[in-house]
C-alpha cells in the first residue's frame, strides 16, 4: 500500500498514538522527531498551530500491540499494561523495578524542591547585595554633595553693580599693560 494513500482516519495524533499503542507521549513525539521527514509524519495545520500526526502502519511496525485498543477499557488505557505473556521470574523483578522507579521520582521530586529553595535563598541574597550596593552609592552621592557644597563655599562672592547686576572683577593690569594700553 502507498503511504501517500493513507487517508486522514490512517493517522494519529501524538495523544491518540500515546493511548492506542500504550506508550508515553515523549515516546512518540520522539519516534515522530526521528521520522519528520519521512512519509510517516504528517503535519497539520489547526486552529493551535500544527500538530503532528503519525501512521497508524507505521506505529504497529515499530510498536507491536499487546492488545488491541479497542479490547482495552478507557481506564486500564491510562495506566501502564503489563506484556501480554508474564513469566513468574518477571513478576518480582517488574516489581522491583516499579519500587526503585517510585523511590527514583522522590528523589527528583525531593531534589527539585531543594533547588527551588535554594533558588529563594540566591534570589534574597542577591537582592540583599543589591540592597547594600545601592545604600553604598547613595552615601557616596551624600558624600559627593556635601564636597560640593564646601568648595562652593570656598568660591568668592561675585560682586554686584549699582543696578543688581553681577559684574566680574576684571584682572589688574599689570605695568606693561598700562604703560603700552593693552
Not at 34 to 49: D, I, M, N, Y
Amino acid at each position: 500500500m502507498n503511504n501517500t494513500s493513507l487517508t486522514t482516519h490512517e493517522f494519529l495524533t501524538i495523544k491518540e498514538a500515546a493511548k492506542r499503542f500504550c506508550r508515553s507521549e515523549q515516546t512518540i513525539r520522539r519516534l515522530v522527531k526521528q521520522h519528520a521527514l519521512t512519509s510517516h509524519v504528517r503535519t497539520e495545520k489547526t486552529a493551535k498551530g500544527n500538530t503532528y500526526l503519525v501512521s497508524q502502519q507505521f506505529l504497529t511496525e515499530q510498536y507491536p500491540p499487546v492488545l488491541a485498543a479497542a479490547q482495552l477499557p478507557e481506564s486500564d488505557m491510562l495506566e501502564p499494561q503489563l506484556p501480554a505473556v508474564v513469566v513468574p521470574d518477571q513478576v518480582e523483578e517488574i516489581v522491583r523495578l516499579q519500587a526503585a522507579l517510585a523511590e527514583r521520582d522522590q528523589t527528583i521530586q525531593k531534589l527539585q524542591h531543594r533547588l527551588l529553595e535554594q533558588n529563594d535563598v540566591l534570589n534574597a541574597l542577591t537582592s540583599q547585595v543589591n540592597s547594600q550596593r545601592i545604600g553604598h552609592i547613595e552615601e557616596l552621592i551624600l558624600r559627593q554633595n556635601e564636597q560640593l557644597g564646601e568648595l562652593q563655599k570656598r568660591l568668592p562672592e561675585p560682586s554686584e553693580g549699582p543696578q543688581g547686576e553681577v559684574v566680574s572683577e576684571q584682572p589688574k593690569k599689570t605695568f606693561w599693560q598700562r604703560i603700552f594700553g593693552k
